[in-house]
């Protein structure tokens, strides 16, 4: 019963997901079947990922601050096999799970300027690459193509560990912000600390905000 899938962020409270898929990732879940479920977005439940209620008490705001974040994306530009190719990278989306880097550190290493360098790579692993990224963070161009997520049509929810909610293919009730967002493929905050609500910022990974932690709502 995926198919109907529809996620609502409620103000000040958790994620409403109509006809949850089965949750997968750290806290996998068979879902199929229930209606609805709440997700906690605030950090602070007892029962994580669902909510219970805590974001009341911990006085959870889930108003994004705008003014606070960089939207801009950054182009970095090579040629692969004969190809100019473009990645586009959009900071504010980046969630740090660095799988890019772990699947192409020749390509995408945080310690080099430019971080990211196309040139390094093949088109193939630059494609798998820009397939990995969860958040959508990543677009990529190969020759006069415009710029893709290259996303595929599974319907899933991937629950990281000490990060947010990584989702595909599931309608969400909420104004996309950054650069290049993608519907398709996005990520968003279970930590409560993100400035650009519900889309998570990285800022799990800045606060080193953990599952087990006491709850960071801001
Ligand atoms: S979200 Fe995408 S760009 Fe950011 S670290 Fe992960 S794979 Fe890399
Ligand atoms: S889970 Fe990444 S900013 Fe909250």
């Known amino acids: 019963m995926t198919h109907s899938s529809k996620i609502t962020p409620m103000n000040n409270g958790p994620l409403i997901v109509d006809s949850p898929p089965n949750l997968s990732g750290a806290a996998p879940a068979e879902l199929d079947g229930k209606e609805k479920v709440a997700l906690c977005r605030c950090g602070a439940s007892a029962n994580k990922p669902f909510c219970d209620g805590a974001h009341a008490k ?26 100019a190719v473009t990645i586009s990278y959009t900071p504010v989306l980046c969630t740090h799970a660095a799988r890019c880097q772990a699947k192409a550190a020749a390509v995408f290493d945080p ?11 093949t088109l193939e692993s630059i494609a798998d690459v820009i ?63 993100s400035k650009n609500k519900p889309f998570c910022d990285g800022s799990h990974y800045d606060a080193k905000w953990t599952d087990d932690g006491a709850g960071a709502a801001d």
């Open 58 to 83: 911990a006085g959870f705001e889930s108003a994004p601050d705008h003014s606070k974040i960089r939207n801009a994306p950054l182009d970095y530009s090579g040629e692969v096999s004969g190809v």
């Open 111 to 121: 310690k080099k300027r430019p971080w990211i360098q196309p040139e390094n790579g």
């Open 131 to 193: 397939a990995a990224c969860p958040s959508g963070a990543l677009r990529v161009s190969f020759g006069e193509q415009t710029a893709q997520h290259m996303t595929t049509g599974d319907i899933a929810i991937e629950v990281e560990k000490n990060g947010p909610y990584h989702v595909s293919n599931i309608p969400l009730d909420a104004e996309f912000n950054g650069a290049g967002a993608s519907r398709a493929k996005y990520s968003l905050c279970r930590c409560g600390l």
